[in-house]
């Protein structure tokens, strides 16, 4: 490996179609009380240029300890895509519009994808910023 410069050279030299480490973008994770909440939301990320598209989940059990006491909800989770550059205020929206203290906000780096798919994401989000 050490005669390749990145994981993307690697992945070319080895004729795999996918980008690897290199990739800017991101998984953002965020649970919503609702799906009126959730569309609310997702609407509002891809709207303003924060996100290329939001996933909304079906309802599912949450289970968790809040406050010292266990709870059980029904909750819908987003699925946000989303670049490095933009995170931060979509962060930052989150927070100001979602109806939890404290919101689930999870960032998960994206290693491989579709280059054209990942560009798509890059494109509606750099268009906004």
Sequence with gaps: MEKY?????????????????????????????????????????????????VGISAPQTSVYLWKGKLETEQECQLT???????????????????????????AVPIQHGLPEYLQWVEQCTNSFA
């Design 5 to 53: 410069k990145s994981h993307e050279c690697l992945a070319r030299a080895r004729g795999i179609r996918y980008l690897c480490a290199m990739s800017t973008i991101l998984l953002v994770y965020c649970t919503c009380p609702d799906r009126k909440i959730a569309l609310e939301l997702a609407r509002h990320l891809v709207e303003q240029g924060l996100a290329a598209c």
């Design 80 to 106: 946000i895509k989303t670049t490095v550059d933009r995170y931060q205020d979509l962060e930052d929206a989150l927070r100001t519009r979602h109806p939890y203290e404290l919101p689930e906000i999870i």
